[in-house]
């Protein structure tokens, strides 16, 4: 009887060996001091082993790399290091273009569920930056952002309604109209108002992310409130009702919506 223990426990050594051996395959070990030196801080470190992969022919087409070198602008992004700041002043940008090469080179969808925290993170972050552009009435600036944000996301409706604000702020009527639409179809196709039978352009069969449904809600409210004060009350009203099953319980929406629709 202990004989057979002794086997089973050598056994199941053997397999755990293997299993965590096919795991770190898994992980794929060439890029395991990228993640070394991104949790130790070494940001310009990360920075210079994932350009050297993307370099690569052998690495060039796989996402990794790309990954690291969005991960690693944000932090520095976010980093309080002043000589960092100075040394990369586009970091956010940097980062957001990066993230996009990641999730495009990603055709099947392996890594970037792994990284949808790191996602939602870096879009909260071009969310903030964007809000003061435009406060600020930088308006080409702004846009540039929430384009990344369609990249990010081809299907975030938040980020085809504030783009409109941005080209209608920006004198850029005809393009508004345009991005306005085509966030009342993915708002239509989420919620029921446009059948699913019926073909369109943009269409979303997946919840928004907090960052998200929180853009869209104060989205709908500027650009209505503004429409309704420049005499556009028809359009200031669509934009309104297509976002009503989404926001119906939010006090704030229902504020505007009763002021405008009555």
């Avoid at 030196?37 to 310009?44: F, G, I, R, S, T």
């Avoid at 870096?122 to 929430?146: F, N, P």
């Avoid at 029921?192 to 709908?220: F, H, Q, V």
Wanted: aromatic share 10%; net charge negative; proline share 4%.
């Amino acid at each position: 009887m202990k004989g057979n223990l002794h086997l089973f426990s050598m056994l199941a050594l053997i397999c755990a060996l293997f299993s965590n051996v096919s795991e770190a395959e898994a992980q794929d070990p060439k890029y395991s001091r990228m993640l070394e030196d991104l949790v130790d801080e070494k940001y310009e470190r990360v920075l210079f082993r994932a350009i050297g992969f993307t370099e690569k022919e052998k690495t060039k087409k796989h996402p990794e790399p790309y990954s690291y070198m969005a991960r690693a602008y944000l932090k520095i992004h976010q980093s309080d290091d002043p000589e960092l700041k100075e040394n990369y002043p586009k970091a956010l940008k940097e980062s957001l273009k990066y993230c996009t090469k990641f999730i495009k080179k990603d055709k099947e969808m392996e890594y970037v569920p792994d990284q949808l925290d790191f996602v939602e993170e870096l879009r909260a972050e071009a969310i903030a930056q964007a809000d003061t552009e435009m406060d600020a009435e930088k308006y080409t600036r702004a846009k540039s952002l929430y384009n990344y944000l369609k990249k990010l996301d081809k299907s975030d409706p938040a980020a085809y309604l504030m783009l409109g604000l941005a080209n209608y702020y920006g004198r850029a009527t005809r393009d508004a109209s345009a991005n306005w639409e085509a966030a009342i179809q993915i708002m239509g196709s989420m919620t029921g108002r446009i059948p699913a039978s019926e073909e369109i352009e943009y269409y979303r069969d997946e919840p928004l992310t907090e960052s998200m449904t929180n853009l869209l809600k104060t989205g709908i409210i500027q650009a209505s409130e503004q429409l309704d004060a420049d005499g556009q009350r028809t359009q200031a009203i669509e934009l309104l009702e297509s976002g009503l099953p989404l926001f119906e319980g939010d006090r704030s929406y229902m504020v505007t919506y009763g002021s405008i629709v009555g």
